[in-house]
Structure formats: C-alpha cells, structure tokens
C-alpha cells in the first residue's frame, strides 16, 4: 500500500484525530502491512492486546461471548485500547474473507510516543475526549 493510502487510512482512527498531516506520516512510517486468511482468529477476547489493526481490505466479524455484535471492513479499526495500556481484548474478532491490515503494535506505539511528545500530547488529547463524552453518555 502507498504511504499516502496509509496515512488517509491513518486519519479515519479516532484516536489519531487531533494529529497533523506530519504526524500521521511518522505513524504510517511505523506500522506493518498484515495479511490473513479467512476463517482467521485476528483477536481473541480476554487475551492480550497487541495494539492498533486498520482494515484495508476484506471483512471480519466482532463477538463478544460468541454473539455477533458487528460485521468490520475497509476503514474500520479495533484495538485502539489495548494500543495504550496492552490489556486484554473486550472482543474476538475474526476474518470472514481474506483480509490486508494495518498493523501498530503498543511497544513500537510507545517507542513512537517518547520519541514524538507532540503525537502523545494529540493521542491523550483524543481520548480525554472520548472518555468524557463516553461518561456524559453513561451518566446521562
């Protein structure tokens, strides 16, 4: 994939919102390419996370206790939480048709985030954010 295309798929993740043209092109110079077959276990729920995957191609199922909860394809990400603290998964994802990924794991995220405090100062940014309208949203 192009690196222009990496950094445009990039831009789509939430947790990357508030983050510059600039450092979204040191993200994309960081993250891997990753292919599965269908039928794979991409994530498992209630093992480690590893960090960050970005669909670029195929489909995948999201289950949560064996029931379905979302169908994910081009554009779509999981794994944005186990990307800053490495916990386990709240879900099992798996592909449901070969699938191209991008992949950013936690140990190189947190390399890029002391070498680059201005990425980190966006991310933390991003997900006070989140974690503020997601406790409106739960209190409301």
Known sequence: ??????????SQVPLFAGCSR?????????????DHSSGTVIAREGEPGVGL???????????IGGSRKAKLGPGDFFGEIALLDGGPRTATVTATSDIQML?????????LLQEHPTIAVKTLQQMAS????????ATA
């Not at 994939?1 to 990039?10: E, K």
């Not at 992949?103 to 390399?111: A, I, S, Y």
């Open 1 to 10: 994939m192009a690196r222009h295309d990496v950094v445009g798929q990039l």
């Open 22 to 34: 600039r450092d979204l092109q040191t993200i994309s110079r960081v993250v891997k390419d990753i």
């Open 53 to 63: 995957f970005v669909i670029v191609d195929g489909t995948a199922d999201v289950t």
């Open 103 to 111: 992949g950013l794991t936690e140990w190189v995220f947190r390399g």
């Open 130 to 137: 989140r974690l503020r309208n997601a406790t409106k949203t």
